[in-house]
């Protein structure tokens, strides 16, 4: 059995959640079975849109906390809580070949997901499936238990220049 | 008319192609149309079996001119030379959302497509499209004609521990 990874894909750059649709995509491609989870995030998206169409191949569940001011509030600790031992059982309970935990260390950062629950997810990948883990600014204890680190890092943005974000291109 | 922007993805880190790979499919699932060219590969990969089947939306080329070993032959730049002026008539023919050109910036390094010629196609661009160039060592006079760029930089990559390319991760 092939030993799985541990990915992180973090940084201040554009890239972090297209790149964890794109391999979503090519494992998906490969007859692979995927976990999609994306957390805060509640909007409608247009990779959204195509990945539920290979829903024999893909589960996507979506934390929905919505907006966060500075520190989430009782209610979104709530569900938080809820999702995450639900994201727990699905690990148990299906054979997935690919993991990804969209928005995960912004997850992290604002206190929705405690580092004890964060390292509990992250134990029970199994062994041969690769884990998939975005968002701004890993921690650096998450760091350690990476594989494979990339840092999305901004040389340049139009969000810089008053550039809104835009459909098909943001979301 | 919306004004669309012109995107780096660069660096020594995975996620280059990954990251277009998902803006090709938010772009899809937003009703957009896409143009895919990717530069030199030949081999298959699980992203082209997805985005194949979206061919409504979306055209794919690859300009193979297979592995180069340092520089590349006279039969290698002349597959290019054709491939570039088919990619020049497919841009002006069609009217794309968005064009990514997936490792662009290794056949511009690899002096398979000269800096000319990459000026040339970038030209084409039409103004409300967007373009989304990929590849490392992205050349300075490039950047500076992007509005967006996003440096992949490795921190650390399990390829370093020997590991090999794995189909539905890698490929």
């Not at 290979?54 to 979506?62: L, T, V």
């Not at 238990?145 to 810089?160: R, S």
Request: with cysteine.
């Amino acid at each position: 059995m092939q030993k799985g990874f541990v990915h992180i894909y973090t940084g201040n750059g554009k890239g972090k959640t297209t790149a964890a649709v794109g391999l979503a995509i090519r494992a998906i491609g490969q007859g692979l079975k995927v976990l999609f989870i994306q957390f805060i995030k509640s909007s409608p998206t247009g990779e959204l849109e195509i990945l539920k169409k290979f829903n024999e191949n893909i589960d996507i569940y979506r934390c929905s906390t919505g907006f966060i001011y500075e520190h989430p509030n009782e209610n979104q600790k709530q569900i938080m809580k809820k999702c995450v031992s639900e994201v727990k059982e699905k690990i148990l309970k299906n054979k997935y070949d690919l993991i990804v935990l969209d928005e995960f260390c912004n997850a992290i950062n604002l206190g929705l997901i405690s580092k004890k629950d964060a390292e509990e997810l992250i134990q029970l990948k199994p062994v041969n499936a690769e884990l998939i883990i975005t968002g701004r600014d890993a921690p650096e204890w998450l760091i350690e238990k990476a594989d494979l680190v990339t840092e999305m890092k901004k040389i340049k943005h139009y969000f810089d220049k008053g550039i809104k974000a835009r459909k098909g291109i943001e979301f």
